[in-house]
């Protein structure tokens, strides 16, 4: 049974930094995309960054580019989101999610898998 599990999220001052793990079971990671997304209150989900399966390519919201990193340890079967210089309006829930094929985009639906999410709060 595929089961994505997000961690690492809490409560950070503006500038800070946070790190997300999404760990997989289930199924072998490194054969799906995986996406990061989040959703705040009253707001639609929207796709954050994203990594393929194949080359490890990459992608980013323009809100978050030269601040979010992506990246995948295949022999820990998870991926994770370093968040730098965290902004007030990055406050959400973020979810991880899987693709089955090598898709690298930021269309919620094109995911076949999703996570519980993780709450980030960026307050002083």
């Known amino acids: 049974q595929v089961h994505l599990v997000e961690s690492g999220g809490g409560l950070v001052q503006p500038g800070g930094s946070l790190r997300l793990s999404c760990a997989a079971s289930?199924?072998?990671?490194?054969?799906?995309?995986i996406g990061w997304f989040r959703q705040a209150p009253g707001k639609e989900r929207e796709g954050v960054s994203c990594?393929?399966?194949?080359?490890?390519?990459?992608d980013y919201a323009d809100s978050v580019k030269g601040r979010f990193t992506i990246s995948r340890d295949n022999a820990k079967n998870t991926v994770y989101l370093q968040m730098n210089s965290l902004k007030p309006e990055d406050t959400a829930v973020y979810y991880c999610?899987?693709?089955?094929?090598?898709?690298?985009?930021?269309?919620?639906?094109?995911?076949?898998?999703w996570g519980q999410g993780t709450q980030v709060t960026v307050s002083s």
């Open positions: 999610a899987a693709n089955r094929w090598d898709y690298l985009g930021l269309t919620p639906a094109q995911y076949h898998y």
């Open positions: 289930g199924f072998t990671l490194d054969y799906y995309a």
């Open positions: 990594i393929s399966s194949g080359d490890g390519s990459t």
